[in-house]
């Protein structure tokens, strides 16, 4: 069952209109004004990169332990 709105040509072509719009940088997002919207993240990037390479040491010390013995 087609459960879409349908719209009428003009409906279409006025959405088609206010998507494509530029951006106002002038009146930003209301989110683009709190600064921790602005800020780099200085979080815990780094915790993926280490947790694979714990990980594949632990596998691999699995690996060497279970075919050693």
Known sequence: M???ESKTPDEELEHLHEVSQPEDYDHPEPDEDQPEAREPDHGMAWLLPAMIVV???VVIGMLVVGLSG
């Open 2 to 4: 087609d459960t879409r």
């Open 55 to 57: 990980v594949a040491v």
